[in-house]
């Protein structure tokens, strides 16, 4: 018997595609629209599940590395890290999925290697619950780190994929939770271009990311998994994005429930799929025969979402034999092996931001006859973890990494002092007490995924899983105020996947160390920051501020007022912030070649490690149109780089500045490049006074006329 083509490796995947979906039968076509997509025993087609997790480690899928959850590794501004720790992502994924398969004859939820991840949305509201999950404020930072992110799930190889990546939620998406399933973010065409587009451009024409979630929300009207804007002029007609286009689930079912654009599920169903919806996640699409016989769409619409969505799967290898696909034979040992839980050691490291050091009481120094280590989240396994989480056998807490690095003759207690949200019911406790005699006293306080998180998953949320305020909880702040009043010497470690503000906390304290949800090896990462092995260089990929009177309404998703590009007031840490044990010297911003020129050029800037500790540095790169009659962001980050240097060491760090760095977008969304001053400035944060009057270094910048 003649091979069928779909079966035959050497033809191109839209050949072999289109010869499977010609082979089936339109109830067969019709259980492969939807996320958990029915097998074709007759041809040889296992049962497969679309819905897999990988925003910080395989997740929901048993054992597996769990590291520092995605906001936490935007702080470590490392894109080579980022690349690796995707790589061991999709390493595990592809031993699990493999032993999955062999295991059970096809793949269930989250077993597949189709990951809904990354999440690129603009991190633009502390409130919003999910804003962990992103990589923060800023488009650039966002789109350079999560590319690295895609390359490292998707591999390299020129004819398989070894995972398929998912850029969600597209787009303009990013709270309130509560309000997700109707909700209507209006934007003006500026805005869209400038902030909520840019990181989903670059991933789909630079990153080749395979696929798109579109998110619950409409956007300037149209619901966003069947947006003609989005889908079809954006997505597919400017940036030629030919994967496939996954809708968040339940998304379709809002269309007539909420959005109220469609009367029923057919409808929904003929909608998304005409505007470019390839796969529901929901039974919606289970409704395309009715709309066929409707007349609303025809069986050649499905055949073209197929061809989309089975050709994911051709990249996969799932339908070649294992000797072909060089990632079938991955194997089980790399899942949670010991590299991985190093990596996953150093990017909580990595990650750990120091906001605050004064008199620099860390780190902790060896001659510190006791430390008391105190706070609700110093034993919770939570806050290693935030949301989409895997799990591991071996999480080390905040108490058991200071328990681990302690040395041997320092003196160590522990209280737990004050639940996460809750009163205490004894009041009268020792913990006063043993701070007193205490040298230092370590506060491990801050958030949790009880706190913050998606709809539906934050216990303790009363916005279901986004916060009505954005200050440490009351408990929280009323035991810090005790133990200050004790006379402790406080260094506080809050966990959290968004901006904490502080109020008179900030000032009751020695020191504030923010560590994120910094995943399994968090405690360890953290107690080498604060004995001094590992010396802190983490920065702030959000901006915090100073209380939610700095920001506008949180349902408006104008830009005027929010990220440091637009924010006129002054924060409480800038986006960009953190410190160091040493100390940086930025000198010497100079055009090294060729001439300023709109087509482009390159500048230089020395950086010098000025103290006695060898340390990273985050060096910055801003740029400011000064004389435009175009609006423009106050500053924007164009480009960076992590640097190591040892004591005395000074380095040259170079910056192509490329004709789009300095374009400019008008009202109508269109961006142009016109005449006119810029300020060019290289440093360890954001430009502005409130980095320099908490102790970052002194940047450097440069005026330049195009």
Known sequence: MTQPAYLNTDLPIPDRARDLISRLTLEEKVGLMSHPALGVPRLGIPAYNYWSEALHGVARNGRATVFPQAIGMA???????????????????????????????????YQGLTFWSPNINIFRDPRWGRGQETWGEDPFLTGEMASAFVRGLQGDHPKYLKAAACAKHYA????????????DAI???????????????????????ESVMGAYNRTLHEPCCASQLLLQDILRGEWGFEGHVVSDCGALSDFHLNHKVTGDAAESAALALKKGCDLGCDHVFNEIPTAIERGLITEADVDRALERTLGTRFKLGMFDPDENVPFASISMDVVACEAHRQLAYRAAAESVVLLKNKNNILPIKPSARKIFVTGPTATSMEVLLGNYYGFNNQMITLLEGITGRLPEGMGMEYHPGTLLKHSREIKDIWAFGMAQSADVTIVCAGLSSFLEGEEGESLLSPQNGDRESISLPAVQVNYIKELAASGAKIVLVLTGGSAITLGEVEDLVEAILFVWYPGMEGGRAVADVLFGDIAPAGKLPI????SLDQLPPFENYNMAGRTYRYMTEEPLYPFGFGLSYTTFEYCGLNVVSPAVSPSG??????????????????????????ESHLPAPISRLVGFERIHLQPGESKMVRLAVKPEMLMLYDEDGIQKLEPGKFR???????????GLALGAPQPVSIEFQI
Not at 172 to 183: A, I, N, Q, T, Y
Not at 188 to 209: G, M
């Open 187 to 209: 934007v003006n065409r500026r805005d869209l271009r400038e902030t909520y587009l840019p990181a989903f451009k670059k991933l789909v024409t630079e990153a080749q990311v």
């Open 543 to 546: 901006t915090f501020p100073k």
């Open 680 to 690: 060019l400035t290289a440093g360890g944060c954001s430009p502005g006074a409130r």
């Open 75 to 109: 702080a470590t501004w490392d894109k080579d890290l980022i690349h690796r720790i995707a790589t061991a992502i999709s390493d595990e994924g592809r031993a699990k999925y493999h032993a999955a398969l062999k295991r059970n004859g096809y793949t269930d939820q």
């Open 172 to 183: 303009v998406h990013s709270g309130p939770e509560k309000d997700r399933h109707h909700f």
């Open 601 to 626: 050029f390159d500048v230089e800037v020395a950086v010098k490690n000025t103290g006695s500790v060898a340390a990273d540095e985050v060096v910055q790169f801003y740029i400011s149109a000064l």
